[in-house]
């Protein structure tokens, strides 16, 4: 499994109480502990929990479907995530599930609980949610990322079809359902919607990619800031469709861990200038 790439969720100073709940919930384990950064492990999966402050609220443009294999599973993870949460579709049988809910738990992140066959070894899968301008989009943005990122490839494609056209809030028929597909080996899915929903794509949640060199931290950055993406800082961008992407070198986090606390200080602060991360200049902070 890919953990190169993993999804962070913002904070506002209680990421460890919600990292202590998320792995009691999935029998996880922490692996990073500090009052800024929690990275927890849940089914071989990694997931940043990131304390950064009031700015940013998590939101349902991306939920995290969780496969299950049974009807107890579902039951367990949902009695858990609901306590102190909200259900946003009940937990029910479906024409897609015969055991189903969409919830959102009391920190705010939004999770489906789904019965059926998991396609990947991956269990916990991100899911995005395409609206207002991007709605429509959803087939566009995947063949934007597969070509950005290598071994990615777009898996099985469901359009909502005519029937769809007399419902309340209509999906056109070429809209996405539900589709999936792959970066560099990391399984995501996304659908279109039609729904005036009062959110969409922010900070809240964003995707954590760990580049190995200038040259990959390039490709990425250019790719994504490319035709409507936005550079912010500290090697945050957002793509042309307003998601959040962290392009991260390895060596940042090698030299950002060094004993030396002075040296790691100043690299701290040479990339707190930075929008795309430039690992020469890291170095050079390292080593002045």
Not at 58 to 69: G, L, P, T
Not at 78 to 96: C, F, K, N, R, V
Not at 161 to 185: C, L, R, T, V, Y
Request: charged share 25%.
């Amino acid at each position: 499994m890919n953990n190169d790439i993993f999804p962070c969720l913002w904070y506002d100073g209680d990421a460890k109480q919600s990292a202590e709940f998320y792995c009691k919930v999935f029998d996880g384990k922490i692996t990073a502990d500090t009052p800024v950064v929690m990275n927890i492990d849940l089914f071989g999966q990694k997931i940043m929990l990131l304390n950064g402050g009031p700015q940013f609220k998590k939101n349902a443009s991306v939920s995290f479907m969780v496969i299950c294999e049974t009807e107890d599973e579902v039951q367990k993870y949902w009695d858990q995530l609901i306590e102190g949460g909200i259900a946003l579709m009940p937990l029910d049988s479906y024409s897609w599930s015969k055991k189903y809910g969409w919830l959102k738990d009391k920190y705010d992140v939004t999770w489906q609980i789904f019965l059926g066959e998991k396609q990947t070894e991956q269990k916990i899968i991100p899911t995005f949610m395409f609206i207002h301008g991007n709605n429509g989009k959803a087939l566009e943005a995947m063949e934007l990322y597969t070509h950005t990122f290598p071994n990615s490839t777009i898996g099985n494609i469901v359009r909502y079809g005519e029937g769809s056209e007399g419902h309340p809030n209509p999906e056109p028929a070429k809209n996405i359902q539900h589709a999936n597909f792959e970066i560099n080996g990391y399984s995501l899915f996304c659908m279109d919607n039609s729904y005036d929903h009062p959110f969409d794509f922010n900070e809240g949640i964003s995707m954590v990619v760990m580049t190995d060199d200038q040259e990959q931290t390039d490709h990425l950055w250019n790719a994504l800031t490319s035709d409507g993406g936005r550079e912010s800082m500290c090697g945050w961008l957002k793509d042309k469709y307003g998601f959040s992407w962290q392009i991260v070198p390895k060596k940042l986090i090698q030299l950002m861990s060094d004993p030396d606390q002075e040296k790691a200080q100043k690299v701290v602060q040479a990339m707190m200038r930075m929008q795309k991360i430039i690992i020469q200049d890291l170095e050079n902070a390292y080593d002045s």
